[in-house]
């Protein structure tokens, strides 16, 4: 009957050993000071297996050990496995409190780097754009600068060019009119009532070496020496020379048909002989005509020129006055715009460094995350793994004091036959 329950033992525990597959690696610490522990742990610690235990215990291992101290032995046994599971629960509970704790940190710190590289990133971005956009605006306000420089440079030469002329035909202007003046004078010692032609003596030696149509040929060539004496009156050479050769230049620089028409008339009237030489009213005052409209136009001529000046001058001070207007403001935008761009670089850089300082943040908690969720998901494999096999060994542990009691009690029950067969022999 023994060995036919410890065959049934040796069969229960194999059929365990293959279920479970598991090997008891340890005993609790206060229970290796007993005797009986002693060879229990000693049996455990070599990686025995359940079959081998049952075997090692089915010859003879607990034959000499009370039953009371058998039973206590395996319920200390199963307590202090319990125990250890609640230790390993509680240790499990705080590390995952650590595990939650440290994940959501490092999350936490992943989230705002990527967030502040995000918007690193944005402000990076718009800076970027707008610091085109103002290079932009700054070369376009230089090119209209040098464009507004050299347009009043040349406005500053055309009003030098104008008022240079201006200045020639006032210098003209000037000529023309103290021309006029003489001519003036001699006309009026032309002046003279009539008279017998010989009631003054005159001496005269004339000299006349061409007189040609100045309307054709431009160039007159006369030499007057004469001295005409008339009643109070002497008409100096020099003087018609001078009238002469003034009106002569006035049609060179002018070609005007009332020089024409003074000169062919003054000039016949010298070139008469003298006792021909009659001065006739009539020329006189044609004479005075042609000299008052010469000298009319030459006054209207030269109001228009000032005219012209005045207004040239205006056009030229209202020029520059717009275009520096417009320099000042370009000047003042150059300056906003350098300012903006120094901005937008300032803006750049600090964005640069947020978006490395970030990245590696990122990196670096990453990394730690990372670790944390091996080291966590670790805990939890070996939590697993540890209660797996204290369950194993309570298993474990339960299977053999069942077997126990069983054994036990077969023993008692085998005690108690052998003394009924004594009593009936006897």
Known sequence: MRRTFGLLAVILAASIALTLGFKIRALPASLQSRPL??????????????????????KGMLAAKPQAEVFALFERLIAEVNQEQVSADELQEDQEKDCEAEIEYRSGNIHEAQVTIGRAQEAKGSCDVSLIKNENILAINLQVQQNKDREL??????????????????????????????????????EKPKQEANATETT?????????????????????????????????????QNVTAGLLHIYTIARRPLVDALIKHMTSLLARPHDERTVDPEDVEKLHDLLDQLKRSIEDEFRRYTVEEEDGVSAYIAQVHDIQGLLAELSAQEANVKRFIAEFHTCIEENVIILDSETTRLRR??????????????????????????????????????????????????????????????
């Open 37 to 58: 522990e002693r060879q229990l742990k000693k049996l455990i610690g070599k990686g025995t297996t359940e079959l081998e235990l049952v075997e090692t215990l089915n």
């Open 153 to 190: 440079s040349s406005l500053k030469e055309i009003r030098e060019q104008q008022h240079t002329l201006f200045l020639e035909r006032r210098e003209n202007h000037d000529f023309i009119l103290e021309v006029i003046e003489g001519a003036y004078a001699l006309v009026k010692k032309l």
């Open 204 to 240: 005269t030696n004339v000299t006349t070496e061409t007189v040609t149509n100045v309307t054709e040929t431009n160039e007159t060539a006369t030499t007057v020496t004469e001295t005409v004496t008339t009643e109070n009156q002497t008409l100096n050479v020099t003087e018609v």
């Open 365 to 426: 908690n990453s990394l730690l995350l990372e670790a944390a969720q091996r080291m966590c998901a670790s805990f939890q494999e070996e939590y697993k793994i540890s209660s797996a096999s204290r369950a194993s060994s309570i298993q474990l542990y339960n299977k053999l004091l069942e077997w126990i009691r069983e054994y036990f009690k077969q023993n008692k029950d085998a005690s108690a036959e052998g003394l009924q067969g004594a009593a009936q022999n006897s």
